[in-house]
């Protein structure tokens, strides 16, 4: 029998470190989580650039504690019900972005792909990285990397708005 790890989303940390209560859904608590960041980019998303990348910077910060908190109360280090990395991740994926339902859904599946496969530098970080900031780094390497390709694919035309 799995073990039942015990959460509360009355305790601040909790309610953002579980994306709202949304890491809590039984099936993909991860891709679950990610929609918790579609607030932040339609809030965001006529801001200018550096403001952008300034509300990018809190979030992960942000997330550095809310992460550690969570994965400290319940005793595992990267619980898959803990997804403020996803919103970090997410958010930084459509930092810049002209924001459409195809920019939405080509940045939702880079990020998702780049968080599930971790390739290379990510996997590297997932490994050897721990606590809030270990939970935060790859997501947020995975949402730089989603954004670099997002933005190529738009800028070089092979996707078009």
């Known amino acids: 029998m799995a073990k ?55 979030i992960s910060v942000f997330g550095l504690w809310v992460c550690g908190q969570t994965a400290k109360d319940v005793q595992v280090h990267d619980h898959p019900s803990i997804v403020w990395d996803e919103v970090a991740g997410f958010y930084i994926t459509m930092i810049g972005a002209t924001l459409n339902w195809q920019s939405l859904i080509v940045g939702f599946l880079l990020f998702r792909f780049f ?26 390497l995975a949402g730089i990397f989603s954004l670099i390709c997002l933005q190529a694919l738009f800028k070089t035309g092979v996707l078009t708005l």
């Open 115 to 140: 968080d599930i496969v971790k390739p290379g530098p990510i996997k590297m970080l997932d490994k050897r990285l721990h606590g809030g900031f270990g939970i935060m780094a790859d997501d947020i």
């Open 4 to 58: 039942q790890y015990k959460f509360d989303l009355k305790r601040p940390h909790q309610f953002f470190g579980l994306g709202f209560g949304l890491g809590l859904s039984p099936i993909a608590p991860g891709t679950m989580g990610t929609f918790a960041a579609l607030p932040f980019i339609f809030i965001t998303a006529t801001f200018p650039l550096w403001l952008q990348i300034v509300f990018a910077l809190v």
